[in-house]
């Protein structure tokens, strides 16, 4: 069973705006924290809400992956160099993009550094200054690694899905930390290994995108109310890196996630507008070049302006404004260019705004 073209939209839409939430998380203000409103509208928005982006941008990447997917010899080896130019390469630009610009800026302040070889493999490779490339390794290792997930959830898929769910809900991470990120998320391997599974499932994924309006508002219901009682009992969870949460605010955040994550993709299909379904052709540059020294630079700004505190709220949006506008910029007159950086996908031009969402009741 093939993907309805509603399905593959839902997808794109999705997609589209779990990159803005990605890009929420990487601007939260630092020293938003504690009982005040901007901490709490903080916590909930960036550590509550823009945590199912990683969860849905994993599971697409496994579902188109495995679409295709037969597990033959030349079809693995064809996919993987797919998947180096869609994937490797733009992690090595952006890599050298952000090092570049780091090293800039480093002069510019007086204060020029020499890398070892050593740290310099190390910052490309294995741990660049744009932080949000440990997603585009944990695919390129996802992909290296397809015939034995497909391997296994064909075999005994209760049992593989079962194992990653009970880790990534406990939050036991199995690989060891590499260079200061986890060699393989557990939160990439269960999205990935779930779109693997719903290739078998493609009824389910129509079923979900189709559901009426009362099953997304309970999805919706519902995970508003777990976001809520999760930052109404643990404002400070953190689970990345530093594990300072208890047993039941994990158990709530990990609901939360879960539940959103159905919860966008069943409305995704309900935003009807031609443009806004295009500029989700711009989501992997928007994820490509939001972060360093884009926000370096807007963090710096902001926080003259407003305080460190409240930066968030303006250096944000101004962030995917500026992404989205230097996106149709790019992709109008120097398409070549932007189709190395991102790996060989095309943008076509388009109004930004003209682009606002209609809902479909």
């Known amino acids: 069973m093939q993907p309805s073209q509603e399905l593959k939209q839902s997808f794109r839409t999705a997609s589209l705006w779990a990159t803005a939430l990605v890009v929420l998380i990487h601007y939260r203000s630092a020293a938003a924290t504690g009982g005040n409103l901007n901490g709490w509208l903080q916590e909930i928005l960036i550590n509550g809400i823009a945590r199912i982006a990683v969860p ?62 050593a740290q310099f493999f190390s910052r490309i490779l294995l ?21 034995l997930i497909q391997f296994a959830v064909r075999r005994a898929p209760g049992i593989t899905l079962g194992i990653l769910a009970v880790l990534w809900t406990m939050e036991w991470q199995p690989a060891p930390i590499v260079a200061g990120w986890y060699a393989l998320n557990v939160e990439t391997l269960l999205g990935f290994t779930l779109g693997c599974w719903a290739v078998t499932r493609i009824d389910l994924l129509e079923s979900l995108i189709r559901a009426p309006k009362h099953i ?53 299909r309900r935003i009807e507008n031609q443009r806004l379904s295009r500029l989700a052709e711009f989501s992997f540059f928007v994820y490509l070049v939001h972060e360093f020294p884009m926000r370096e630079v807007l963090r710096r700004v902001t926080s003259k302006i407003v305080g460190e505190e409240f930066s968030f709220w303006i250096a944000a949006p101004t962030a995917i404004v500026c ?19 991102t790996g060989g996908r095309t943008m076509k031009p388009v109004s930004l705004s003209a682009a606002r969402p209609r809902w479909r009741y």
């Open 127 to 147: 741990h660049p200054l744009a932080e949000q490339l440990w997603f585009l390794r944990d695919l390129m290792l996802l992909v290296i690694a397809a015939p």
């Open 216 to 268: 997304c508002f309970a999805l919706l219901a519902t995970w508003s109310l777990l976001l809520a009682t999760r930052v109404a009992i643990d404002p400070s969870f953190d689970n990345w890196y530093v594990r300072d949460f208890t047993t039941l605010s994990l158990l709530l955040q990990k609901a939360a996630i879960a539940t959103g994550c159905l919860g966008l993709l069943s409305i995704a």
């Open 56 to 117: 849905v941008f994993a599971f697409a990447a496994g579902f188109f992956y495995f679409l295709t997917f037969t597990g033959s010899y030349n079809n693995y080896l064809a996919k993987l160099r797919q998947r180096a130019a869609s994937l490797l390469v733009p992690y090595l630009l952006i890599s050298l993009i952000a090092l570049a610009s780091w090293s800039t800026i480093q002069m510019m302040l007086g204060k020029p550094t020499q890398l070892e070889p």
């Open 323 to 341: 992404s989205l506008l230097l996106a149709q910029f790019a992709s109008r007159y120097t398409p070549t260019l932007i189709a190395v950086l």
